[in-house]
């Protein structure tokens, strides 16, 4: 990439600039070389990546866990109670297929796990503004903690009129990609809570600069990433053991089983209901230079 030879690996700001003003909005792609360059600038100077963030204010960082579907309710249920067992206490449940499936798996979850589980619902931003408080109206006698991004992305103002009509707190996910789009969000109060990705919003300093802005205006920080390789989901652990104020359990998943081929680092990160740093250089991972050459398309 033109812009990035020659260039220090410490002067990531003058490079993030460039490359989002070459190619707008490319978050994506933008996250891999901030990260990357993250994980240089640490290894250069033989510190962990936290400490370049602001050192460490926790010694693990608390995380939900993403309720797989099984073929029945009970099963899922069966499968929430061992996960709580393990010490998972914030269950994520993916919503918006089956209104009435929906309805029926949360308050069998709040049934069986009482009064012991957080319970979020997320729809990937899926339904109609009706259906949406429909359900919400249903399962608000449940004790939610939250419901993430039911409703479209691009309709923020819709959003904050559903704030408005439910008890339950609302999470933004998919309408928030930039410091432009979660000041939407606060301006149109559609949100009691952000969840950032990794890659989503342009790597660990994005998410960082959204941290800032959300707390500010007084909206709790969700931490997490896409089912990711180990390197985004070891590098939000970095900042969120970096952020000195509270954040939510969120979702810090390796989606190598169900996603992803596989993996790209020597030895994957292993997520629970904890996720912990290290002590190594940079992010603490290093590639599997073998895997990646297996992988490249070209
Ligand atoms: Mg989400």
């Known amino acids: 990439m033109p812009h990035l030879i020659g260039a220090s690996a410490f002067e990531s700001a003058k490079i993030m600039a460039t490359l989002n003003e070459t190619l707008w909005h490319s978050y994506y792609s933008q996250a891999a070389i901030a990260d990357a360059l993250l994980d240089i600038q640490g290894k ?14 926790r010694d693990s960082v608390p995380a939900c866990a993403v ?10 249920v069966d499968n929430a109670e061992r996960l709580l067992d393990v010490g998972f206490r914030t269950f994520s449940i993916k919503v918006g297929t089956d209104p009435r499936a929906d309805v029926a798996l949360v308050r069998a979850l709040r049934e069986r796990l009482q009064d012991k589980a957080l319970l979020r619902i997320d729809a990937n931003a899926s339904m109609s ?13 449940c ?46 109060r559609a949100a009691a809570a952000v969840q950032t990705k990794i890659a989503k919003n342009g790597g660990v300093w994005a998410c960082r600069k959204l941290w800032t802005i959300g707390s500010g205006a ?11 390789t180990s390197i985004a989901t070891i590098a939000v652990a970095h900042l969120a053991t970096a952020w000195p104020g509270p954040i939510l359990d969120g979702p810090f998943t390796v989606g190598i089983a169900d996603v992803l081929a596989e993996d790209v ?30 992988l490249r398309a070209h």
């Open 218 to 228: 007084g909206l709790k920080i969700c931490p997490g990433n896409h089912p990711s």
């Open 44 to 57: 250069l100077l033989g510190v962990p990546a936290y400490q370049l963030l602001g050192g460490k204010c």
């Open 265 to 294: 680092v020597q030895e994957p990160i292993r997520t629970g209901h904890l996720v912990r740093v290290g002590e190594a250089p940079g992010l603490g991972v290093e590639l599997d230079d073998d895997r990646i050459r297996h």
């Open 129 to 141: 503004f009706d259906d949406a408080l429909t359900l919400l109206k249903k399962i608000e006698p």
């Open 67 to 76: 309720l797989p579907m099984k073929p029945t309710i009970e099963q899922t």
């Open 143 to 188: 004790d939610l903690e939250s419901a993430e991004q039911l409703t479209a992305s691009w309709d923020v103002e819709g959003m904050g009129e559903l704030a408005r009509r439910t008890s339950i707190p609302l999470v933004a996910d998919e309408c928030v990609s930039d410091d432009h789009s979660i000041l939407a969000v606060i301006r149109h």
